[in-house]
């Protein structure tokens, strides 16, 4: 079966930083994508990995190691507004999108 | 219309009537997506069109039902409403071109609540 593995909630504090894991086992591999989505509105796309390495955009980075089926999610100097769920997301052999239950990260002043 | 919208916004509606959620992109994209989110389950696949005038089945397509007659709509029906259905649905879409490349831009969501 296809199954992705992400802690249901985290917490950190304000200014620190947080790394986020997924684990996955899927029918074939396309890319995996990380998703924010705050509480009560859509999930907006972060980031997307289909080579070993890591990916940076500002205060958030993404790393993929295709051979050990993992990604993680960094996000520097946390602010207040990154209090969302995280989701990881892996395209499959079909292209299809599968979705993790997602990572609640809670910050704390 | 900027992206994809989705109406209603909300919805209670009682057990057994049916229901058709609305999805409009304004981007091209030739792929659209159904998924129902609920506590703890994460985003789950209802059906999917690749292109406009087919469809397919997710991961949970019994009760609902897809048409896709143009590119830009991708409404959803309940035929018979049950209380398991209560959820919260959003609808996305992707641009699949050859590379394979797939985010998905997602709309808004609806609130439906069936009692």
């Known amino acids: 079966g296809q199954n992705i593995d992400q802690p249901t909630e985290m917490t950190a504090t304000e200014g620190a930083i947080v790394q986020i894991n997924c684990t996955y086992q899927?029918?074939?591999?396309?890319?995996l994508f990380w998703y924010q989505q705050h509480a009560g509105e859509a999930p907006t796309f972060l980031s997307y990995n289909v080579l070993d390495g890591l990916e940076e955009k500002g205060r958030f980075s993404s790393f993929l190691s295709r051979s050990k089926g993992y990604s993680y999610l960094l996000l520097k100097e946390l602010q207040m507004k990154d209090s969302a769920s995280y989701l990881c997301?892996?395209?499959?052999?079909?292209?299809?999108?599968?979705w993790g239950a997602g990572t609640k990260l809670i910050i704390k002043p | 219309i900027a992206g994809i919208t989705q109406a209603p916004t909300s919805q209670i509606l009682a057990a057994g009537r049916r229901m058709t959620l609305r999805c409009t992109q304004d981007m091209r994209h030739n792929a659209m997506y159904w998924y129902r989110q609920d506590l703890g389950l994460g985003l789950r696949l209802i059906h999917y069109?690749?292109?406009?005038?087919?469809?397919g089945k997710g991961e949970v397509p019994d009760g609902y039902s897809v048409s896709r007659a143009n590119t830009d709509d991708f409404p959803l029906t309940l035929a018979s409403a049950v209380p398991s259905q209560t959820s919260v649905y959003f609808c996305a879409s992707s641009d699949r071109g050859t590379s394979g490349y797939n985010e998905q831009f997602f709309g808004p969501g609806t609130r439906l609540t069936v009692l």
């Open positions: 899927t029918s074939g591999f396309n890319g």
């Open positions: 069109s690749n292109t406009a005038g087919t469809t």
């Open positions: 997301a892996v395209s499959d052999s079909n292209y299809q999108l599968i």
